[in-house]
């Protein structure tokens, strides 16, 4: 497991439907070593912060193994590392592998995963397409967001190594399908419920989805 990419970039306006619209999405690869601190990368910055960084989503992880779908999907879009709006460009680690909790060290950093990405209408922006969003949750290839848990430098070509495998083995692949798809999953809910690591947003998501169920 490494890093192929990481990429960074600052808000930008761009147009839609004749409105300005102000968007972090738009990342390119940096070479050399970065910084991760607390709530992003040096260098790096969100347009939106009621729903975009913060401790829980400092930093956004997309498998490069996506790409390859992705490439079939959208034949005429040039898909450069960072088109996704990732930090880190990952190489062997999957959303279905990977668990809520799970910890990793790369470079002298250590963060943990919170959660999946879920799309917001700028990815359609991004794409040149309204319904990029949609497709792209039901592709369930989200990436994730962590948290840092410890502060340091890291760069392209950084090994990535796990140093905690979250017992509640509930994956960021889990946590889509019951969000969007399986919400009648009750033991999957129960088991997500349960853990630990689950961030106060998401607890109380499936907080509201279990009385539902409840009721």
Request: hydrophobic residues 40%; neutral net charge.
């Amino acid at each position: 497991m490494k890093i192929l990419s990481v990429n960074i970039g600052r808000p930008r306006e761009v147009r839609e439907n004749g409105q300005p619209v102000r968007t972090g999405i738009f990342k390119s690869p940096v070479a050399g070593r970065v910084r991760v601190r607390a709530e992003n990368l040096d260098g790096d910055a969100q347009a939106d912060l009621a729903v975009h960084g913060g401790p829980y989503k400092a930093v956004y992880a997309y498998p490069a193994e996506h790409y390859d779908f992705w490439r079939k999907e959208l034949p005429r879009i040039e898909l450069p590392w960072g088109m996704f709006g990732e930090n880190l460009t990952t190489e062997g680690l999957l959303d279905d592998e990977v668990n809520i909790g799970d910890r990793f060290r790369i470079g002298t950093a250590e963060l943990e995963v919170t959660q999946p990405r879920l799309p917001c209408f700028k990815l359609g922006i991004k794409f040149g397409d309204p319904q990029m969003p949609k497709r792209f949750l039901r592709s369930l290839r989200t990436g994730f967001y962590l948290r840092v848990v410890r502060e340091g430098e890291l760069g392209a070509g950084d090994a990535i190594e796990r140093v905690h495998r979250d017992p509640g083995n509930v994956s960021v692949t889990d946590i889509v399908r019951l969000y969007a798809f399986d919400r009648d999953d009750r033991d999957l809910l129960r088991r997500v419920l349960a853990l630990a690591a689950l961030t106060p947003s998401w607890r109380e998501h499936f907080e509201g989805q279990q009385a539902e169920l409840a009721g």
